[in-house]
């Protein structure tokens, strides 16, 4: 089974600052890869995924990750983060093949960003 | 408009009842799940149906049932409600495969006295 890992638990910016939160993995084969987004009080919302080709996807909102199979790491990052950026990240990661339904999330990282 | 409805948002109500919660996607999806959120944001799936059949249920206390009358609805139903049910719910959906992202409801925060 995969498991996820997200080493920051809470990450606190300035504006303008650039962010990146760290995600690696666990698993031996091939891998979907999702970013989520949950802004306080609200649901949880697709930001970016990543699931073959170019390994540096973007995504809404100015956000991008990068994929490196090496480190089995999906790493989100943005130049310049913004107030409204405020919120709760959550990587997930599922086997190719295994369904949907065999998603795995990350326990999220916080971020606050201070205007 | 909504993708993923869930209903109600709010729910309080004491140690020993019994309560529902509703969900109904309109995406066309034919599988569905529950998540529990607790406190500190993790979230934890509870139960996954794809075209109606139980595929997920994970380490989950027996007094909640789901139940799914068609593709499109997934209902959540707790017996003998405990202060540790405390949490946010969600409802999501997607398509099976695997490279498909799922689509969640806005939550119903559940709050036991």
């Known amino acids: 089974a995969q498991s996820v890992s997200q080493h920051n638990h809470h990450v606190i910016l300035s504006e303008a600052a650039s962010l990146e939160l760290g995600c690696n993995y666990s698993?031996?084969?091939?891998?979907?890869l999702f970013w989520y987004v949950q802004y306080p009080g609200q649901h949880l919302q697709l930001l970016l995924k990543?699931?073959?080709?170019?390994?540096l996807v973007k995504g809404i909102k100015g956000f991008e990750a990068e994929f490196i199979k090496s480190k089995f790491s999906f790493n989100l990052r943005k130049p310049s983060v913004q107030w409204s950026d405020t919120a709760e990240y959550f990587c997930a990661v599922n086997a190719r093949g295994a369904g949907s339904y065999q998603l795995t999330f990350g326990k999220g990282t916080k971020l606050s960003v201070i205007p | 408009d909504t993708a993923v409805s869930q209903t109600p948002k709010y729910l309080v109500t004491q140690m020993g009842n019994d309560k529902s919660i509703k969900c109904e996607q309109n995406l066309g999806h034919d599988t569905m799940y529950w998540y529990k959120q607790d406190s500190k944001k993790f979230l934890k799936i509870m139960f996954s149906?794809?075209?109606?059949?139980?595929?997920i249920n994970e380490t989950v206390p027996n007094r909640f049932s789901p139940k799914s009358p068609d593709k499109a609805h997934l209902n959540l139903h707790i017996n003998s409600l405990e202060l540790g049910d405390s949490a946010v719910y969600f409802c999501?959906?997607?398509?099976?495969?695997?490279?498909?992202?799922?689509?969640f409801g806005d939550g119903t925060r559940l709050s036991i006295l």
């Open positions: 990543y699931f073959s080709g170019d390994p």
């Open positions: 999501a959906s997607s398509l099976k495969s695997s490279n498909q992202p799922q689509h």
């Open positions: 698993y031996g084969g091939t891998v979907n």
């Open positions: 149906y794809n075209n109606k059949e139980l595929i």
